[in-house]
C-alpha cells in the first residue's frame, strides 16, 4: 500500500518535473519571463485527450499534443515580440487567461467546466499500460528522454546563445545572431515539452477540467522553477520534489481537507516570498532573475 | 429600448466596482512604478474583515466598516514594507516585483480560505431590498450608492491629486522620481501612504462589494483581473485613465453579453487585457514617454 | 569600403545626423570625431542598422546595407563594440569568443549531436593580440572595466569582419592600457584591417589614425589628415563654439 502511494507521487513528480524543466529552458536559460506556461501544460492535456478519445494511438497523441502546444509557443512569442520585462510577463499571464477562457467556453470540443472524464489509458503498439506501476515505467522513460533532450541543447552552441540573448539580447543582435529566431526556437521547445507533459497529466488523471490549468498551478511551477534555480536543471528536478513532498507530509499532521487545501497553498505562497527575497538565486541556479 | 438602458446600468454597476479596484491599483503603479498584482486580495481581506466583524461579531456596522478600512490600510502598508520594500533595496527589477505580489496574492486568498473556510458567506446588512425601478430597468438602492460612492470617491481623488500636498508629492514622484528626492520629498514617504491610499481604496472596493455580492475566498483574482484590464485598457499610469478604462470594460462585459453567451463574460475581459497589452500596451490615455521599459 | 549619402536621422525636432556624406576607405584607420551631441554615435547605430535613417542610403563595398536589420548587417562585415563595455554577464570569456566567432550555432539539430569542436588556438591567439591574459573559464562579470573593454575589443576582431566600428574604446581606460590599445590598433592596420573610430582623447587619435573626420551638429565639416584637422579653423569653432 506505501508502494502503491510512492508510485503515485513518483508519477506526479515526473511528470512536474518535466513542467519545471521545460519552463526553466524558456525562463532560466533564455529569459523568456512566460507566466502563461501552464496554457501549454494544459493544451497538451485537452489535445492528447481528444485524439486518443477519437481513436488515434497514444504514440501518436502525445506527439502531436506536443506538437499543438509549441504551435502556441510560437503564437505565444509572435504576439508578444513588441513587449519588453513586466509589460511581456503580464501578457503571458493574459495569455493563459485567454487560453483558459478557451477550454472553459468551447464547450462543444472541451465540455466546458464539466470537464472530461474516462480518459483512457495509453496503449502503446497493444500493451495495454494500466497499471500505475506501468505507467510509472513510461513517464520515467519519457521523462528522462525529454530531460535528456533538453540537457544536450542547453549545453550545446545554440544553448549558449540562449543564455547570451538572456544576458545581453542587443549585444547578441550586434555579433550577427537573429536573437528573434532564437527566441521562437526556444519558446517552441519550451512548450512542446510541457505539452508532452499535459498528456502524461491527462492519461494518469484520467480527468481533466480548465480549473487544473489555472492561476494557481502557475504560481506552483513559478514556485518550483524559483525555488530550484534558474539555469539548472538539476535544481528544476529536486524542487520538483521537495514542493510535491510537502503536502504529503502535512497528511500526517491529520488536518481536514479543508485546512489542507489553502495550507498547502500558504506554504507554497511562503516559500516563493522566502526565496526571492533571501535566496533569490533558488538551490542550485547560478543565475539571477533580471 | 429597456433592456439596453438595463445593460447600460449593469455596466455602470460593474464599471464602478472594477474602478473601485483600478484606482487604487493605479495609484501605486503610478508611484512604484511596479504591477501589484496582490491588489485584488486586499479587496478580499476587506470584505471579509467587515463579514468578521459585523456578521461574526456583532460590532455595529459603521463601526465595523471603520475598523475595516483602517486595517485595509495596514494591510496594504505592511505589503509594502515587508514585502516590496525589502526587494526594491535589493534593486529587484520590476518582474520580480510582479512574482512577489502572485505569491503575495496566493498566499492572502489562502489566509482569508484558511480562517473563513471556503463556504459562500454574506454580509446580511440589507437584507432583500427590491430594485427601483427606472424606465423599465431594475436597480437596487446598493447599487445607486455604489455608483454614487464611486463617483464621489473619483472627484475627491481627483481634488486629493491636485490640491493637497500629499497629492502633489505623489505626482510629483510618479512623474520623476529623482527630481522629486534632490527637491526633498521622501519617497519611502510617498510611496508608503501610495500603499495605504490605494489599499484604503481597495476597502472601499471590498465593503461595497461584499454588501452587493456574495463572498468567496477566491473573488480577489477575478476582481484583480477585472481592475487591471480597466487599468490597461484606460492607461495604467493614469488614475483617471484606469478609472475610465474601467467602466468601458464594464460596459463591453454588458453590452457584449447581449451577443455572446453569458459565460463569455470573464472571456470578454481576458481577451481585452490580452489585445490591449499587445497592441496598445499605454492605454488609452497613458503617456506617450513614460520612462519605462 | 562604407559610403554613407546624404544619411539623416532627427528625433523629434533634433536633428541628431544631417544629411551626412563621406567615404570610408579600405585598409586605414579612421577617427569620427567632433564635440558631445555632434550625432558620432547615432551615426554608428545608423550604419549598424540598431537605428533607421530618415533618409540616405548607406553602401558596404558597394552592396546596399541601410535598412537591411542589424544583425545582418553584422553578418555582411560590420563588427562593432558600445560606449558602454556589454558583455554576457553569466558567461565566460572562452563563450563570450566563441560565440562572436562561430556563424553556425544558431543552427539547432546540428549543434546537438556534432563533436565538440575545439577554437581554443584561435581563441587563445586573439586574446594574446589584445593581451588579456586571464584563464577562459573566467565569467566576464568577473572581470575589471579596462578587461572588459578588452574583451569587447577581442570579440570584435574575433568575429569575421569587414571593418571594425568601434566607439570609444579607450573611454575610462588608464593611461597604461590606453598605450597598449593603441599599439594593438597599429598591429591590426599592419594586417591590414579597415577601423572607424569614435574617440575623444585627441592624444590617442592623432597617434595612429590616417584619416579623420569631423562632424558637429550632425554633418561633416571637415576631414582629412590629423595634422591638418588640427588647423583647421572650423574644426576648432566647433569644438570651442559660439
Not at chain 2, 468567496?216 to 477575478?222: A, D, K, R
Not at chain 3, 579597415?194 to 589614425?209: K, Q, S
Request: net charge positive; proline share 3%.
Amino acid at each position: 500500500m506505501i508502494e502503491a502511494y510512492l508510485i503515485h507521487l513518483l508519477i506526479l513528480i515526473g511528470i512536474y518535473s518535466l513542467l519545471a524543466v521545460s519552463l526553466n529552458l524558456a525562463l532560466g536559460y533564455t529569459g523568456l519571463i512566460n507566466f502563461g506556461h501552464i496554457a501549454f501544460f494544459g493544451i497538451g492535456a485537452y489535445v492528447s485527450t481528444l485524439l486518443v478519445m477519437a481513436g488515434v494511438p497514444f504514440l501518436i497523441g502525445i506527439l502531436v499534443a506536443g506538437l499543438f502546444a509549441g504551435l502556441f509557443g510560437y503564437l505565444l512569442v509572435l504576439a508578444t515580440r513588441k513587449l519588453k520585462g513586466d509589460y511581456f510577463a503580464f501578457a503571458t499571464l493574459g495569455f493563459a487567461f485567454v487560453v483558459y477562457s478557451l477550454f472553459l467556453n468551447l464547450q462543444s470540443v472541451t465540455r466546458g467546466p464539466l470537464g472530461i472524464s474516462g480518459i483512457p489509458k495509453p496503449s502503446i503498439f497493444g500493451l495495454a499500460i494500466n497499471s500505475n506501476f506501468s505507467y510509472l515505467i513510461l513517464v520515467l522513460v519519457v521523462v528522462a528522454i525529454s530531460v535528456f533532450l533538453i540537457s544536450k541543447i542547453v549545453k550545446s552552441p545554440f544553448g549558449r546563445l540562449l543564455q547570451a540573448t538572456r544576458d545581453d539580447e542587443l549585444a547578441l543582435r550586434v555579433l550577427g545572431k537573429n536573437t528573434s529566431r532564437i527566441k521562437y526556437k526556444a519558446m517552441i521547445i519550451s512548450a512542446f515539452f510541457a505539452g508532452i507533459a499535459g498528456s502524461l497529466f491527462a492519461h494518469y488523471i484520467t480527468y481533466i477540467d480548465p480549473s487544473s490549468f489555472y492561476l494557481g498551478d502557475v504560481i506552483l511551477i513559478l514556485t518550483i522553477v524559483i525555488l530550484g534555480g534558474l539555469a539548472t536543471i538539476r535544481g528544476s528536478i529536486i524542487a520538483t520534489f521537495i514542493i510535491l513532498l510537502i503536502p504529503e507530509l502535512l497528511r500526517f499532521l491529520a488536518l481536514p481537507s479543508s485546512i489542507l487545501g489553502p495550507l498547502r497553498q500558504i506554504i507554497y505562497a511562503v516559500i516563493l516570498l522566502g526565496v526571492l527575497l533571501y535566496r533569490p538565486r533558488g538551490l542550485f541556479g547560478g543565475v539571477d532573475l533580471e | 429600448m429597456s433592456l439596453l438602458l438595463q445593460l447600460t446600468i449593469n455596466g455602470l454597476i460593474a464599471g464602478s466596482i472594477y474602478a473601485l479596484v483600478a484606482a487604487g491599483f493605479s495609484l501605486i503603479y503610478k508611484t512604484n512604478k511596479f504591477m501589484h498584482f496582490a491588489h485584488g486580495a486586499i479587496v478580499v481581506v476587506s470584505a471579509y474583515i467587515l463579514f468578521f466583524l459585523f456578521s461574526t461579531l456583532g460590532i455595529p456596522f459603521f463601526v465595523g466598516v471603520i475598523l475595516t478600512l483602517l486595517f485595509s490600510c495596514l494591510v496594504g502598508l505592511i505589503v509594502y514594507r515587508v514585502v516590496y520594500l525589502p526587494l526594491q533595496k535589493k534593486k529587484a527589477s520590476n518582474v520580480i516585483l510582479l512574482i512577489a505580489s502572485l505569491g503575495l496574492l496566493i498566499l492572502l486568498e489562502n489566509l482569508v480560505q484558511l480562517i473563513f473556510g471556503a463556504d459562500v458567506k454574506t454580509i446580511n446588512y440589507l437584507g432583500i431590498v427590491k430594485g427601483l425601478s427606472i424606465f423599465g430597468a431594475i436597480i437596487t438602492p446598493l447599487q445607486l450608492v455604489i455608483i454614487g460612492v464611486s463617483i464621489v470617491l473619483f472627484v475627491g481623488l481627483f481634488y486629493f491629486m491636485k490640491k493637497t500636498k500629499l497629492g502633489k508629492d505623489i505626482r510629483a514622484v510618479s512623474d520623476n522620481r529623482e527630481l522629486a528626492e534632490v527637491l526633498g520629498i521622501n519617497y519611502k514617504r510617498i510611496a508608503s501612504w501610495s500603499f495605504v491610499l490605494g489599499s484604503l481604496i481597495a476597502g472601499i472596493a471590498g465593503i461595497l462589494i461584499g454588501l452587493e455580492q456574495n463572498l468567496t475566498p477566491t473573488m480577489g483574482t477575478m476582481l484583480g483581473i477585472k481592475g487591471f484590464t480597466g487599468a490597461i485598457i484606460g492607461g495604467v499610469a493614469s488614475v483617471p485613465g484606469s478609472i475610465i478604462g474601467s467602466y468601458l470594460l464594464g460596459f463591453a462585459e454588458n453590452y457584449g453579453i447581449w451577443f455572446l453567451p453569458s459565460g463569455y463574460k470573464d472571456a470578454i475581459a481576458f481577451v481585452l487585457l490580452f489585445l490591449f497589452l499587445l497592441f496598445m500596451p499605454k492605454g488609452l490615455f497613458g503617456k506617450k514617454k513614460e520612462g519605462r521599459e | 569600403m562604407i559610403k554613407i549619402k546624404n544619411v539623416s536621422k532627427h528625433f523629434g525636432g533634433v536633428k541628431a545626423v544631417n544629411h551626412c556624406d563621406f567615404e570610408i576607405k579600405k585598409g586605414k584607420i579612421n577617427a569620427l570625431i567632433g564635440p558631445n551631441g555632434s550625432g558620432k554615435t547615432t551615426l554608428f547605430n545608423v550604419i549598424s542598422n540598431l537605428l533607421k535613417s530618415d533618409s540616405g542610403e548607406i553602401y558596404l563595398d558597394g552592396e546596399k546595407i541601410s535598412g537591411i536589420g542589424d544583425f545582418k548587417v553584422s553578418r555582411l562585415g560590420i563588427s562593432r563594440t558600445f560606449q558602454e563595455v556589454r558583455f554576457f554577464r553569466n558567461l565566460s570569456i572562452k563563450d563570450h569568443l566563441e560565440i562572436a566567432l562561430r556563424e553556425d550555432d544558431e543552427q539547432l539539430f546540428k549543434g546537438l549531436f556534432e563533436k565538440e569542436i575545439d577554437f581554443k588556438e584561435r581563441i587563445q591567439e586573439v586574446l594574446d593580440l589584445v593581451g588579456l591574459n586571464k584563464s577562459l573559464n573566467t565569467l566576464a562579470q568577473d572581470l575589471s572595466y579596462g578587461q572588459k573593454k578588452l574583451l569587447d575589443l577581442a570579440m570584435a576582431i574575433i568575429k569575421p569582419h569587414k571593418i571594425l566600428m568601434l566607439d570609444e574604446p579607450v573611454a575610462g581606460v588608464n593611461p597604461k592600457l590606453r598605450k597598449k590599445i593603441q599599439e594593438i590598433f597599429k598591429t591590426l592596420n599592419k594586417k591590414g584591417e579597415t577601423i572607424l573610430i569614435i574617440e575623444h582623447d585627441m592624444n590617442f587619435i592623432m597617434g595612429i589614425a590616417d584619416h579623420v573626420f569631423v562632424i558637429d551638429e550632425g554633418a561633416i565639416i571637415a576631414q582629412g589628415k590629423p595634422k591638418a584637422i588640427q588647423n583647421n579653423k572650423k574644426v576648432l569653432m566647433a569644438y570651442l563654439g559660439e
